[in-house]
């Protein structure tokens, strides 16, 4: 397990982020993989330097997805956008799961 430290008021972006590179790293993991997949020296110990050898091309493919003016940056504009793509996506799946979520009723308060 790893820790990545991010302001408080970017929390939510971070994980998004790491959400967004997990899931893009996703298929590089998922193909029938064992741990002999990823142990690149033959050791029987998979590193972390083996996990993210493994997964960098899928990583990279994520992070350029997000720099949309390709210059190797991230900036605050592609955070924006990733930030506005993610609320249509939350936005877009709320649609979607609303006809099969029960109502919520509303909680009574006693005064």
């Known amino acids: 397990m790893f820790t990545i430290e991010c302001p408080k008021s970017i929390k939510t972006l971070c994980s998004a982020l790491l959400l967004a590179a997990l899931l893009a790293a996703t298929p590089a993991i998922a193909k029938d993989s064992s741990s002999d997949d990823f142990d690149a020296n033959g050791d029987g110990k998979v590193t972390f330097e083996e996990v993210m050898k493994r997964l960098e091309p899928s990583v990279r493919a994520a992070f350029d997805s997000m720099d949309h003016n390709k210059d190797g940056v991230l900036s605050d504009k592609d955070f924006d956008d990733m930030r506005k ?27």
């Open 85 to 111: 793509g993610m609320k249509e996506l939350q936005q877009w799946l709320d649609d979607l799961l609303d006809p099969f979520l029960p109502e919520e009723k509303p909680e009574r308060v006693e005064v």
